[in-house]
């Protein structure tokens, strides 16, 4: 039976919502840590009764996203660790993310998580220009960063990666380049980096449709992208996936074990699972969800079982955001003819026998996947009909 090697935890508190967030977050000037932990015991027994996902006894990763796990009380880490059972976490390569944001990290936490086990911080940052920050409904100031990674630092933690957001609205004129300096002189080895979207239900997108906020153009996005990451390759961070960037041997191992589509389950409301070939996703609300785990019932919301059709589209578009790739020999002469037209546009390049997407090609990732899908299901049918 194949084993879970690699678990995400969702801790859904935020003091307050950011103005174009739709993340599964729940406001409040305080986390419920006590119900959070009591709530990811009733999933996990509701689990272990279900005999589906059967965790690894040694795991390869732990991600606390959110949300802002630093709003959890300090000893939520070692509560988890004992939850999840401390056996579980003892491989000495184990990586175990926690996220946090600047203002509600401090040395106590830090020091707490490093007791627990956790090993690598990822900071929400995503701009030190103090007029973005209050547009978009931070609460750190542009120094905090600076703080939060020292304290990280004489905590003992040694891999931090911060957010940083483009494709910011024009109007608030946000100087990108003088961010990726100050992102470099935090000494960092990893960087992740998202456009800004605009999602519906949220403040922004609201704004956007009476005509209140403007929006960056295509053209602008497109020129921020390529610029970030021509900038960040420059200073050695290699982009090995579409949104993120690493000196080497500091690449997210987690993230890394989604792209390549080993399983993974996902503990919290809102939380994804993926064991082939079926994919579920939790209640996304946290007190709909919470009330189901104290129940020991599973606070699932649905879930599919992949077709084959799906899952090798899946694998596609997992394989051509990394830089990794995809195998050219794995696919049928025609469509290697395709390739070579990505290569001539420079939307792609071969490396080690793999067609990988370049930046450029990675801007257009979804529309170059469909393309390859539309391409695939012709020559397989040509294929059968030989
Ligand atoms: S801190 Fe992050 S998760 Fe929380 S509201 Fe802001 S963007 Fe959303």
């Not at 993340?23 to 000037?29: H, Q, R, T």
């Not at 040694?58 to 939520?76: A, F, K, M």
């Not at 209140?212 to 050695?236: C, H, K, M, N, P």
């Not at 409301?269 to 019932?297: F, Q």
């Amino acid at each position: 039976m194949e084993t879970i090697g690699s678990v995400y935890v969702h801790a859904p508190f935020c003091s307050r919502r950011c103005y174009y967030c739709d993340f599964a977050v729940e406001v409040g000037s305080s986390s419920d840590s006590d119900l959070w932990i009591q709530a990811i015991i009733g999933e996990l027994k509701a689990l272990y009764e279900e005999g589906m996902f059967t965790l690894s006894p040694s795991l390869e990763t732990l991600y606390v996203g959110g949300g802002t796990p630093s709003l959890l009380h300090e000893n939520s880490m070692a509560q988890l660790a004992s939850v999840i059972g401390n056996k579980r976490l003892e491989k000495n390569d184990l990586e175990w993310t926690c996220e946090a944001n600047p203002e509600s990290f401090d040395l106590e936490k830090a020091s707490s998580w490093i007791q627990a086990g956790v090993n690598r911080v990822s900071l929400g940052v995503q701009t030190f220009q103090e007029s973005v920050l209050r547009w978009m409904g931070r609460l750190h100031g542009a120094e905090m960063p600076y703080e939060a990674v020292a304290i990280a630092r004489k905590a003992g933690f040694s891999n931090l990666s911060v957010d940083i957001i483009f494709g910011l609205p024009p109007s608030l004129k946000r100087n990108l380049r003088k961010d990726l300096e100050a992102v470099l002189s935090l000494g960092v080895d990893h960087v992740s980096l998202y456009g800004l979207t605009v999602e519906s239900g949220t403040p922004l997108a609201r704004a956007v449709s009476k005509g209140q906020q403007d929006v960056i153009s295509g053209t602008q996005y497109r020129e921020e992208y390529l610029f970030a990451v021509e900038w960040l390759e420059s200073q050695g961070y290699e982009g090995y996936e579409v949104s993120n960037f690493a000196k080497p041997g500091k690449q997210s191992r987690h993230n890394s074990n989604y792209w390549s589509g080993k399983p993974y389950l996902g503990l919290g409301n809102g939380a994804h699972s993926y064991l082939h070939p079926v994919r579920r996703w939790n209640i996304r609300d946290w007190d709909s969800y919470y009330a189901k785990a104290l129940e020991t019932c599973l606070p699932i919301e649905n879930q599919e079982e992949l077709s084959r059709e799906e899952h090798k589209l899946e694998s596609f578009w997992l394989g051509l955001r990394t830089n990794t790739g995809l195998k050219i020999d794995d696919f049928l002469p025609s469509i290697k003819k395709r390739f070579d037209s990505w290569i001539a546009r420079d939307l792609a390049v071969e490396r080690e026998g793999n067609i990988c997407l370049t930046s450029k090609g990675w801007l257009i990732m979804d529309q170059l996947t469909v393309e390859l899908m539309e391409h695939f299901s012709c020559s397989e049918s040509e294929n059968e009909n030989l």
